[in-house]
């Protein structure tokens, strides 16, 4: 299992913002209207010769594979630290511990063109017959873009060396100064070192400084956030790529990572001219702040129906109207969600959700859940929560603004229970969960994005 999520958190925050800026570069999503995509080809245009050029670099070599890995993965990590299984996270990660890192990243333009295969192209490689057309002449994109985001881990249990963290990312609306809805995802992972978030202290601590083979292993002070930390960094460069980590030698946060990956050089090329090269790709992530959520009922257990109850079914309404202009049109549908359960340990689960909307489509994720949401509160933090008053902020957080405020304690009329309704109130998303008083179930969830113009209703229509 960690094999295969190496590098999985760190790799999601890049993923997140060069999706942002990707789709707003690309003409999909540009001040709130949809556009036509950039394309098509030139007709009628006479042959002309393209020749190919041996040796070019491959996207999936092993420069490109430096945006999946870290240092560890590039040679750091059998010889670097020794090997102890009982070594768990750092000791301040406990249950309702939340990170906060902020990342960005731009896809860099070094050519004003690329070559792209098409059958109907002007442009003829005379070796092999293959078609192409230059962007340069169809009027495309070269695909340039940029983006910023946060992502917010939550641990949701600890057990032995082993932690079950959740993870949550929001792009950035700097026009309208609001986040916009990103995946969320989750895993359990051997904590005592989990890619792009820590490593506990005491495997740092072994490290001697290293300068060779284009590795770097340098101790020094870090100033960020106001902050100067005493800080271990690794420094890997291959050709063609560069990728940087610095982390806190005291708590073994991830203070900062930075990566630079040039692109593949065009297997074709005019006569006359180089190969076009392709983009360059740049990330970066900071290190925002860590802190304990005051939500209560963040060291409960399971509820006793998870061991006989193995999948939730909710039904209801996609409602979208133009953000633009709401008179212009609306577009309303039915929407499933089925939650599939799979208890992984005393306090938590994993889960794989799969969304249909009706004409439009289905999607499908994965994650995990624990005792203060998303598909079930503990006891304890029902019999918490029963004392609590409309209006009373449960938690705030000072990065993104999220208020996690009690609605009310009442009837669903969709479903006769009683619930108990949290509101998530943060700038351009807010969400409204309804839990079971008597199970702790998620028994009404729906959610509002008016930057986009979308409002979901969902109601509890299998479960316990």
């Known amino acids: 299992?960690?094999?295969?999520?190496?590098?999985?958190?760190?790799?999601?925050?890049?993923?997140?913002?060069?999706?942002?800026?990707?789709?707003?570069?690309?003409?999909?999503v540009s001040g709130g209207h949809r556009h036509r995509p950039w394309g098509g080809s030139v007709a009628g245009a006479s042959v002309a010769p393209v020749r190919f050029v041996p040796g070019s670099a491959s996207a999936a070599g092993r420069d490109a594979q430096l945006l999946s890995t870290d240092a560890a993965a590039l040679g750091l990590g059998a010889r670097a630290f020794a090997v102890?299984?009982?070594?768990?996270?750092?000791?301040?990660v406990r249950p309702g511990t939340r990170l906060t890192f902020y990342s960005a990243a731009a896809s860099v333009a070094q050519s004003r063109f690329a070559w792209v295969e098409d059958p109907n192209g002007p442009w003829e490689d005379p070796a092999t017959g293959t078609h192409y057309r230059r962007t340069d002449e169809t009027g495309e994109s070269m695909g340039s873009a940029s983006g910023d985001g946060v992502g917010q881990i939550d641990v949701q249990a600890v057990r032995g060396a082993d932690v079950a963290l959740s993870l949550t990312l929001y792009g950035i609306d700097h026009e309208h100064h609001v986040f916009v809805p990103g995946s969320t995802t989750g895993a359990t992972l051997p904590g005592a070192e989990?890619?792009?978030?820590?490593?506990?202290?005491?495997?740092?601590?072994?490290?001697?400084?290293?300068?060779?083979?284009?590795?770097?292993?340098?101790?020094?002070?870090?100033?960020?956030?106001?902050?100067?930390?005493?800080?271990?960094?690794?420094?890997?460069t291959t050709p063609g790529a560069y990728q940087q980590y610095?982390?806190?030698?005291?708590?073994?946060?991830?203070?900062?990572?930075?990566?630079?990956?040039?692109?593949?050089?065009?297997?074709?090329?005019?006569?006359?001219?180089?190969?076009?090269?392709?983009?360059?790709?740049?990330?970066?992530?900071?290190?925002?702040?860590?802190?304990?959520?005051?939500?209560?009922?963040?060291?409960?257990?399971?509820?006793?129906?998870?061991?006989?109850?193995?999948?939730?079914?909710?039904?209801?309404?996609?409602?979208?109207?133009?953000?633009?202009d709401p008179s212009s049109g609306t577009f309303t549908s039915p929407m499933t969600m089925g939650i599939s359960l799979k208890p992984g340990g005393g306090s938590w689960a994993s889960y794989a959700a799969q969304t249909a909307i009706q004409g439009l489509g289905s999607s499908t994720g994965s994650g995990v859940t624990g005792p203060s949401g998303l598909y079930w509160l503990s006891r304890s933090a029902l019999t918490a929560l029963a004392r609590a008053t409309p209006g009373q902020v449960?938690?705030?957080?000072?990065?993104?603004?999220?208020?996690?405020?009690?609605r009310d304690l009442g009837r669903d009329p969709a479903t006769g229970r009683t619930l108990l309704t949290l509101d998530s109130r943060?700038?351009?998303?807010?969400?409204?969960?309804?839990?079971?008083?008597?199970?702790?179930?998620?028994?009404s969830y729906a959610a509002q994005v008016p930057g986009s113009g979308t409002i979901i209703d969902l109601h509890l229509q299998g479960g316990p």
């Open 1 to 28: 299992m960690r094999v295969g999520l190496r590098g999985g958190f760190s790799v999601l925050l890049g993923v997140l913002v060069l999706a942002v800026g990707a789709a707003l570069a690309l003409g999909q």
């Open 84 to 92: 102890d299984d009982g070594l768990g996270p750092p000791s301040w």
């Open 394 to 406: 449960l938690d705030q957080d000072p990065i993104t603004g999220e208020q996690l405020v009690v």
């Open 426 to 443: 943060m700038p351009g998303i807010t969400t409204r969960a309804g839990y079971d008083t008597t199970t702790g179930v998620l028994s």
């Open 246 to 324: 610095t982390y806190d030698t005291e708590s073994g946060v991830l203070l900062s990572s930075t990566s630079s990956t040039a692109g593949a050089a065009s297997p074709v090329s005019a006569p006359g001219e180089g190969p076009a090269q392709g983009n360059t790709q740049l990330t970066v992530s900071f290190f925002a702040g860590v802190r304990q959520r005051t939500v209560p009922g963040a060291d409960g257990v399971n509820p006793d129906w998870l061991g006989r109850t193995s999948r939730l079914d909710y039904g209801g309404t996609y409602y979208w109207a133009n953000p633009v």
């Open 194 to 236: 989990i890619d792009g978030l820590w490593v506990n202290p005491a495997r740092l601590a072994q490290l001697q400084d290293v300068r060779a083979n284009g590795v770097l292993v340098l101790r020094g002070e870090y100033p960020l956030g106001g902050k100067t930390y005493q800080a271990i960094s690794f420094a890997v």
